[in-house]
Nanobody
Framework: QVAVLESGGGSAQVGGSLRGSCAAT????????MSWYRQSPGNEREFVAI????????YADSVKGRFTISHQNYAKNRVYLQMSDLKLEDTAMYYC?????????????????WGQGTQVTVSS
């Protein structure tokens, strides 16, 4: 009922920048909290950043000051993840997650949806 699509990511050198995008299916009767997680081989998926519908944000300590999550053109179902000053340890598959609360339309209540992921590779 809610599709989540990531794009962007790619490869960069240490100290470089990349930008990821995420878009969830838009319903006017739904409210979105968007977040990014990442997972590298052999590790568990970990939280990266979150943005609530009111624009408030929170970040993992490991990316604070380097990554920025923002809404795209004020659309609450679309976000960017701007990644700057990249480090080797930022290499991972990045997943977009959306917590969607609907008061009608596709359903009533709150559900969570994940995208398929976009790869970020940082090299020296």
């Amino acid at each position: 009922q809610v599709a989540v699509l990531e794009s962007g990511g790619g490869s960069a050198q240490v100290g470089g920048s990349l930008r990821g995008s995420c878009a969830a299916t838009e319903y006017t009767v739904c409210f979105y909290t968007m977040s990014w997680y990442r997972q590298s081989p052999g590790n568990e998926r970990e939280f990266v950043a979150i943005i609530h519908g009111n624009g408030s944000t929170n970040y993992a300590d490991s990316v604070k000051g380097r990554f920025t999550i923002s809404h795209q053109n004020y659309a609450k179902n679309r976000v960017y993840l701007q990644m700057s000053d990249l480090k080797l340890e930022d290499t991972a598959m990045y997943y977009c997650k959306t917590d969607v609360r609907c008061v009608g339309g596709p359903y009533v209540g709150k559900r969570t949806f994940w995208g398929q992921g976009t790869q970020v590779t940082v090299s020296s």
